[in-house]
């Protein structure tokens, strides 16, 4: 399993009027913390998309446990727990600051597609770094 832990402070722009985050902006916190893995790992989007590789979400999916206000220190837990096949699961857990409380939890689910938009297997090298890190 690879797991990469981000920690955010919540803006006033995250918030609803009940000043609470708003409930897609979950999706950006997933996104944030699938940047955070995929740099960590050595496989940054920027560097993707310099090959030619895009990973575009197929599925989503949010579980909301607690609303998260204004100002408050999260931690957003990203993991990925098993190779990729035709396709990349990624799952998140969003705890307060100390961990010990779980405000939300979630998947994404990627394709591999080419610069045409194609749907393509994923790249050897990217599968290669994934699965040693996984497996060890």
């Given at each position: 399993?690879i797991i990469?832990?981000?920690?955010?402070?919540v803006?006033?722009?995250?918030t609803?009027k009940?000043?609470?985050?708003?409930?897609?902006r979950?999706?950006?916190?997933f996104?944030?913390?699938?940047?955070?893995?995929?740099?960590?790992?050595?496989?940054?989007?920027?560097?993707?998309?310099?090959?030619?590789?895009?990973?575009?979400?197929?599925?989503s999916?949010?579980?909301y446990?607690k609303?998260?206000?204004?100002?408050?220190?999260i931690?957003?837990?990203?993991?990925?727990?098993?190779?990729?096949?035709s396709?990349?699961?990624?799952?998140?857990?969003i705890?307060?600051?100390?961990?010990?409380?779980?405000r939300?939890?979630?998947?994404?689910v990627h394709?591999?597609?080419?610069?045409?938009g194609?749907a393509?297997?994923?790249?050897k090298?990217?599968?290669?770094?994934i699965t040693?890190?996984?497996?060890?």
């Amino acid at each position: 399993m690879i797991i990469n832990k981000l920690k955010l402070r919540v803006s006033y722009a995250d918030t609803d009027k009940m000043s609470v985050v708003y409930y897609a902006r979950y999706f950006e916190y997933f996104e944030k913390g699938r940047n955070e893995l995929l740099r960590e790992i050595g496989l940054p989007y920027v560097e993707m998309e310099k090959k030619d590789l895009k990973l575009p979400v197929i599925e989503s999916h949010c579980e909301y446990k607690k609303g998260i206000k204004y100002d408050e220190l999260i931690v957003i837990k990203t993991c990925l727990i098993e190779p990729p096949y035709s396709k990349l699961r990624i799952d998140y857990e969003i705890f307060d600051e100390t961990e010990t409380e779980v405000r939300a939890r979630g998947y994404t689910v990627h394709s591999f597609v080419n610069q045409y938009g194609k749907a393509i297997r994923p790249p050897k090298d990217f599968a290669e770094i994934i699965t040693k890190r996984i497996v060890g």
